[in-house]
């Protein structure tokens, strides 16, 4: 049985939580709609459903802020992804993300990489933002169980969506719109749906430097099969370089199974090459 306490029950909890703060505080300046879609892993299904049947008007809605995955945040640290996508999200995150106690490693990438149900409103020119607490070692696994929620975090989260809530239906009052950003014309096209591709790895969140450092690896999977160790940091992934989880997640996703790349790794200070064949990471 595989309960999902973080992916994604705990994405869940932290909407369901939203809804009692915002019912129990002063009306915000803007409407807020809630809202929980299945089938995200094949492919957004629900939330592709709601956006080709909206329950109004596509093009009043000012933002998306999405959450999956916001239950392992214990450590304070937070990835936001697609903070490219207008122009108001990185000085807004940067203050809320100070008050909420958390630290951001924010990517500004206008494709909202992820794969997660940010891009079906990215994909329709609606900026979004994809809250994320990091892979782990029971990512899909029996393992992912409530006994490993970590409540602490994911209320720290919600405070932080709380206060996005809160700056960006003023801004939206007081502008009318927020502008959505393209993303940059040379950048790869993230492949539409879910986590599509498995590479096979468990980073480690406590490393803070350049690159991305693997905690270990699935085992039987791509990483394990090309030789990948605990240790190895990923400095460039193809021909994506590497700079920390936004670019592993915008890599992994701007690519498709049986895609053979080439990854570039530290192993004892000496940088190696390794071959590695993508595999699917869908339901048959």
Same mark, same amino acid.
């Given at each position: 049985?595989? =309960?999902?306490? !973080?992916? =994604?029950? #705990?994405?869940?909890?932290?909407?369901? &939580?939203?809804?009692?703060?915002?019912? /129990?505080?002063?009306?915000?300046?803007?409407?807020?709609?809630?809202?929980?879609?299945?089938?995200?892993? *094949?492919?957004?299904l629900?939330?592709?459903?709601?956006?080709?049947?909206?329950?109004?008007?596509?093009?009043?809605?000012?933002? +998306? *802020? +999405?959450?999956?995955?916001v239950?392992?945040?214990? #450590?304070?640290?937070?990835?936001v992804?697609?903070?490219? %996508?207008?122009?108001?999200?990185?000085?807004?995150?940067?203050?809320?993300?100070?008050? /909420?106690?958390l630290?951001?490693?924010?990517?500004?990438?206008?494709?909202?990489?992820?794969? %997660?149900?940010?891009?079906?409103?990215?994909?329709?020119?609606? $900026?979004?933002?994809?809250?994320?607490?990091?892979?782990? /070692?029971?990512?899909? @696994?029996?393992?992912?169980? %409530?006994?490993?929620? &970590?409540?602490?975090?994911?209320? @720290?989260?919600? /405070?932080?969506?709380?206060d996005?809530?809160? &700056?960006?239906?003023?801004d939206f009052?007081?502008?009318?719109?927020?502008?959505?950003?393209? $993303?940059?014309?040379?950048? $790869?096209?993230?492949? $539409?749906?879910?986590?599509?591709?498995?590479?096979? %790895?468990?980073? !480690?969140?406590?490393?803070?430097?350049?690159?991305?450092?693997?905690?270990?690896?699935?085992?039987?999977?791509?990483?394990?099969?090309?030789?990948?160790?605990?240790?190895?940091v990923?400095?460039?992934?193809?021909?994506?370089?590497?700079?920390?989880?936004?670019?592993?997640?915008?890599?992994?996703?701007?690519?498709?199974?049986?895609?053979?790349?080439?990854?570039?790794?530290? @192993? !004892?200070?000496?940088?190696e090459?390794?071959?590695?064949?993508?595999e699917? =990471?869908?339901?048959?």
């Open positions: 049985i595989h =309960n999902g306490a !973080d992916d =994604n029950a #705990s994405g869940t909890a932290v909407v369901l &939580e939203l809804a009692r703060c915002l019912a /129990a505080s002063p009306r915000p300046a803007c409407d807020v709609v809630l809202a929980l879609w299945s089938g995200e892993e *094949l492919g957004l629900g939330s592709e459903h709601w956006a080709r049947n909206p329950s109004f008007a596509l093009d009043t809605v000012a933002a +998306n *802020l +999405n959450l999956d995955m239950g392992r945040g214990e #450590s304070g640290q937070l990835a992804l697609g903070a490219g %996508s207008a122009a108001e999200f990185s000085t807004l995150l940067a203050a809320a993300g100070a008050r /909420a106690g630290a951001l490693e924010i990517s500004l990438s206008g494709q909202g990489v992820g794969g %997660s149900d940010h891009q079906t409103f990215l994909k329709r020119e609606i $900026p979004a933002l994809h809250f994320f607490t990091g892979l782990h /070692a029971d990512y899909h @696994r029996p393992s992912d169980d %409530s006994e490993r929620f &970590e409540a602490t975090g994911a209320a @720290r989260v919600a /405070a932080l969506v709380l996005l809530v809160q &700056e960006l239906g003023e009052e007081a502008a009318g719109v927020l502008a959505f950003v393209p $993303p940059a014309k040379d950048a $790869p096209s993230a492949t $539409p749906g879910g986590f599509r591709t498995r590479f096979g %790895s468990i980073p !480690d969140y406590a490393y803070d430097g350049p690159g991305l450092r693997l905690d270990g690896t699935s085992p039987g999977g791509p990483a394990e099969k090309a030789g990948l160790l605990r240790g190895d990923i400095v460039a992934f193809g021909a994506i370089e590497i700079g920390g989880m936004g670019d592993y997640m915008y890599a992994l996703n701007a690519h498709k199974p049986g895609d053979v790349i080439n990854v570039r790794f530290l @192993r !004892d200070g000496a940088e090459t390794a071959q590695v064949t993508l699917s =990471n869908q339901v048959e």
